[in-house]
Every structure is written in C-alpha cells, then in structure tokens.
C-alpha cells in the first residue's frame, strides 16, 4: 500500500500554512505514489492554503476536514480567549481520521497528545515536527518536542541546541533548511508608500511578557506619528496573533496584560502603515520591502535578514528574575535598547549602524538557516519524512 503523508494545519491563523505548504507540493510532485492528505479545521485556512498550493496540487492532494460541530465551537468560545481549546478539541474530536496515517506532520506540538489514542485505535502513525519559524525562543527547545519521531529544523543552530539540551538524540534531528523560503522569498519588493523615505518595520511579539509592544510600542509610533521620525516611513506589522485577543495571558511567566489599542492618531499618520490582519503579515512582504527592522523576540527577524540589512531591538524582559530567555543569538544582529526613548535616539542615523553589523549578520543567517544549492528546503524535508515513512 502507499504511504500515506497527513499534514495538520490545526491553527486558526494563516502564520504557519508556508512552514508545510511548500513541502506539500514538492511531496505531491515527486512522489506520486504517495497519498498526500491536508487536514485543515478552518475554511479560511484551507482557502489560504490552496492558494499557496496552486490549483493543480490542491486538486490532487485529499483534503480532511477537522472541524468542530457547531454547538461544541460555541461552547468552547470564551475558554479560547484565554487557552487555544478550540484546537485541542480538533485533535480529540478528530483523533481517528488524523491517525490514520503512516506520518503525521505539524508545525506545533499539541499534536502529540494523539499519542495516547494510537493504542486503543491501532495507530502505528509517526510524527513528524516543523517548526514554524527559526527563532531563539526557549520555547523552541520545549522538552515536549523530544515526542516527535523526527524533527526537520532550519539550520545547525536549533539542531545544536535540540541535542545540546537533551531534547532528542541526533538520529531524531534532521537539517532542512527554511521551507517557506521555497515559497515566498522571491516575491518582489513592494513600494509601500508614494515616497522615497526609508521604511522601518516594527514587528513586535504577541507574548505578553516578551514582547515591546505593551510597555515601549505606543511611545516608539507617537514619535514616528508626531515627533522627529515623521521623516521616516514605519510599518507597524505585529505578529498576527497580538490583535486576535484584547487580553493576552503568558502561562509560562504567569502573566497577563491587555494590549494597547491602535491610536486615531497613528491610523492618520501619513508615513505609517498599520497591519494588524492581512496575508502581508505571514508571506514576508514586509520584511523583504523594509530599510530597517525593529522587534523584540519575533523569529521574523531571520527572515529579514535574508539580506543584510540595519536591526534595532527593545529588551524589556532579560533583567526580569523569572525570565529563562537570556540573551537571544538574534541580539547580535543589531543595537540593543531597553526603551523607545534610547530607540529613537539611534534610529536617525540607521544606515550607519549597519556595517558595524553586517558580518555578524551573515554569520547568524548561515547558522540558523541552511542552504543547499542542489535541492530545495521542502524537498530535502520530503526526503527527510519519506526516509522515516519507509524505515
């Protein structure tokens, strides 16, 4: 019988669908003999999906439907603001389709708790992880992942620090590259604005006690909006989950914060770009048009530094006592401030700050994202996933 390859897309936010999509297609073009099924619990999100897909591979993939019945969706609304069970009940629900299979593969973890159900229903299904982004987050090295079968990784750094940390053998750990790369790294560079001026990206995390946004953000858009740096261009482009919730809650750091809303002021803003929503947030048109970048703790930055460019960071969290995050290896690819105040000291003279970093850039890059001019990321992960289908 051929192998059967399950991909999840158990998320309600489009953030994840290029980490696996482009290896969906390399799948269903190389190895025909395969049964490839997305598992999709969201109309949106497999609209989304088949449009990175491509007619032709969407027609020719098995589509799995994992979505809830009405009443338990309604039922399972308000626990969601605080803790994502909407998509754990997905994985209960629907845990026999998902299980069957040969390979299970997913961008998030919470998969491994169909584990438990594969004796009772016969399952020899193996899992596989990609992770959805290169960051430097502690969470990447979660101890939990150790369950996955196989781990198909970026590049030498997450699997140094995967067995580094004793989070898995390197039998388990295998180097792919950067999937979504294959996918939308060579779109062209927008002109976001009807104007010559350098663009800034602000790109701060959702994590409420990682991230800028809370304590820095508003400061750091007023001076963009009414201050000095009204001759700068800002995209202000948040990880698509921080305006999904008013509320955010961080269980590892047992904190909660209600985010800052978006000011009149800053929408009126002529030279500031505001995007809370759309596809642009996830497809990387943002991080390949900006001049410059600033964040926090976001994974994007690798995906900026794609080609060198000038990086500016807010560390509001690394002097707190119940932080376990340290320093981030992405810290070194530019000035690091603990304010918006020291920010928009240093942002004026941006491209002189540059070569000062351009070398350490490069070599972060390389590290964290590996490249093989014979074969792309996703088929290096096909390869990678059939070897384990067929071991």
Not at 95 to 121: M, N, P, Y
Not at 325 to 352: I, M, Q
Request: proline share 6%; glycine share 6%; charged share 25%.
């Amino acid at each position: 019988m051929p192998a059967r390859i399950l991909f999840l897309f158990n998320h309600d936010a489009p953030h994840q669908i290029a980490h696996l999509g482009g290896i969906v297609r390399a799948m269903h073009d190389s190895r025909p003999d395969v049964e490839v099924v997305c598992a999709t619990g969201l109309a949106a999100i497999r609209a989304h999906l088949e449009g990175l897909l491509g007619e032709s591979v969407a027609a020719g993939v098995q589509w799995l439907d994992i979505d809830l019945p009405p009443w338990l969706d309604r039922a399972l609304a308000l626990p969601n603001r605080i803790a994502p069970v909407r998509r754990i009940a997905k994985l209960d629900h629907h845990a026999s389709a998902l299980l069957d299979c040969d390979v299970l593969v997913s961008t998030e973890r919470t998969c491994l708790r169909l584990r438990a159900r594969q004796g009772k229903l016969g399952s020899h299904a193996r899992f596989v992880h990609v992770p959805h982004g290169a960051g430097d987050r502690a969470v990447g090295f979660h101890p939990a992942k150790g369950g996955f079968d196989r781990m198909l990784v970026a590049g030498d750094k997450t699997a140094r620090e995967l067995i580094g940390r004793g989070v898995a053998p390197a039998d388990k750990v295998r180097v792919v590259g950067y999937p979504k790369f294959d996918s939308v790294a060579d779109r062209p560079r927008l002109r976001l604005f009807d104007n010559d001026r350098p663009v800034f990206l602000y790109n701060p995390h959702f994590d409420p006690f990682l991230s800028s946004w809370y304590d820095e953000g508003p400061a750091l858009l007023d001076w963009f909006a009414t201050g000095d740096g009204q001759r700068f261009n800002l995209v202000f482009a948040p990880h698509i989950m921080l305006f999904r919730k008013k509320l955010h809650v961080s269980l590892e750091y047992r904190t909660a914060r209600r985010r800052p809303a978006i000011r009149s002021a800053w929408r009126a803003a002529p030279n500031i770009l505001i995007d809370i929503a759309s596809e642009r947030l996830v497809d990387m048109s943002y991080t390949l048009s900006a001049d410059a970048y600033i964040g926090d703790v976001s994974s994007q930055i690798y995906e900026f530094l794609i080609r060198p460019r000038p990086a500016f960071f807010i560390d509001r969290f690394s002097r707190d006592r119940r932080s376990r995050e340290g320093r981030y290896p992405a810290w070194e690819a530019g000035d690091v401030v603990r304010s918006a105040e020291d920010l928009t000291r240093l942002l004026p003279d941006f491209a002189a700050r540059a070569p000062l970093y351009r070398s350490r850039q490069e070599s972060l890059f390389a590290d964290t994202i590996s490249h093989d001019p014979a074969h792309t990321a996703s088929e290096r992960a096909v390869a990678a996933i059939m070897d384990l289908a067929e071991s």
